[in-house]
């Protein structure tokens, strides 16, 4: 090739590696800059695994061509590699302890059932779907359920058969004039001491274990509500919906979840659809005052929803947005992503343990 031609080949792929490398570096600002402040970051953060990739590309391009310029790719990866375990965990354990090797565990499941209508929006196998559900309950054995998107089905009673598996202390955000709950609800086996109601996506409760209290703050964020037209018009709308999301959740977290969390002088859960990304601001927030259960004992990807496919989670769209954070007082026993096709995300079991 020709020197001039090379050059000038050099001279773009420089220009390319280093608008990727300033993408990658300005998604730090997405944890600490509010997004009614800049937007520009929080945006940014959702390009964080591609720009990632991409900035492993130049790298291999870089040492191909024998270039010092792979640097720059270099930096920018060391700089933002703290994102890294909130992405991908290695030697985590997904077995839950018997009680007689921790006699004060508790499991804490979280997941968003998706109205039983499986992995897309037809409610024809909600009965059967209903039914495998209580079925994996059973198999699973959780102590508290954090649901999202709970709802009766026409052939099976659900809540009814959650009580007779010994759920029998539940609060829902909205209870049906019949008696039954939907939308956000909390069962458990271990009493429930009190209640509150947040908003109509998340409740608070506080449980009576060993003695001990403890709270469980369940939430279904505000969702991003996309469907396939706006990935076809994504500047004219898809854009819109997450400045419009990200914006939500940090009112969210500002009205009603930093209050409760801040104050709490009890060991705390916080579990839920966070419908946000682990790179994100709403993340930050939670992650200075609790810490993520799937950077203590998770294992391999745990993506938990896949935007825009019923065949989830693979794909450069899948994300971990369901997830369970414990507070300072509790200790991390086992992480566990539970693969099943009864719902658009994917189910988490976590045990923790009081620090005695």
Not at 20 to 36: D, E, H, I, K, N
Not at 61 to 71: D, F, H, N, P, S
Request: charged share 20%; glycine share 6%; with cysteine.
């Amino acid at each position: 090739m020709h020197p001039c031609v090379m050059k000038i080949l050099r001279t773009i792929l420089f220009a390319i590696n280093a608008m990727l490398a300033l993408g990658l570096v300005l998604t730090t600002l997405a944890g600490v800059v509010a997004p009614s402040r800049l937007m520009l970051p929080s945006l940014l953060a959702f390009g964080y695994v591609p720009m990632l990739l991409a900035n492993l590309a130049m790298i291999l391009i870089w040492m191909l061509m024998g270039r010092w310029e792979l640097l720059l790719s270099v930096a920018a990866i060391a700089a933002r590699w703290v994102m890294v375990p909130l992405l991908l965990q290695a030697g985590g354990t997904s077995k839950v302890p018997s009680l007689e090797e921790h006699p004060y565990r508790l499991a804490v499941m979280t997941y968003n059932v998706h109205q039983f209508k499986g992995n897309g929006e037809d409610t024809v196998e909600a009965d059967s779907i209903a039914r495998r559900f209580v079925g994996l309950i059973r198999s699973e054995e959780p102590d508290v359920l954090c649901l999202q998107e709970y709802a009766a089905v026409r052939g099976v009673n659900v809540t009814d058969s959650l009580l007779t598996l010994g759920y029998n202390h539940w609060f829902g955000a909205r209870v049906a004039k019949n008696g039954v709950p939907y939308g956000t609800v909390v069962f458990s086996k271990v009493p429930i001491s009190y209640v509150k109601q947040l908003d109509p996506e998340k409740v608070m409760v506080e449980l009576m274990h060993e003695g001990q209290r403890l709270r469980v703050v369940c939430v279904h964020m505000d969702s991003y509500r996309f469907d396939a037209d706006d990935f076809g018009n994504f500047r004219e709308k898809g854009e819109g919906k997450i400045k419009e999301t990200i914006l939500s959740h940090e009112q969210e977290w500002n009205r009603l979840l930093a209050p409760v969390i801040n104050e709490s002088t009890v060991p705390t859960i916080l579990a839920g659809d966070l419908n946000d990304i682990p790179w994100s601001w709403l993340y930050h927030q939670l992650s200075r005052k609790m810490t993520d259960t799937f950077t203590e004992c998770g294992n391999g990807f745990s993506a938990t929803y896949r935007i825009g496919s019923d065949v989830m989670p693979a794909g450069p769209l899948a994300f971990r947005i369901d997830m369970v954070f414990r507070s300072e007082g509790l200790r991390t026993l086992s992480y566990k992503r539970i693969k099943t096709p009864l719902s658009d995300h994917y189910p988490v079991l976590v045990s923790v343990e009081f620090e005695i």
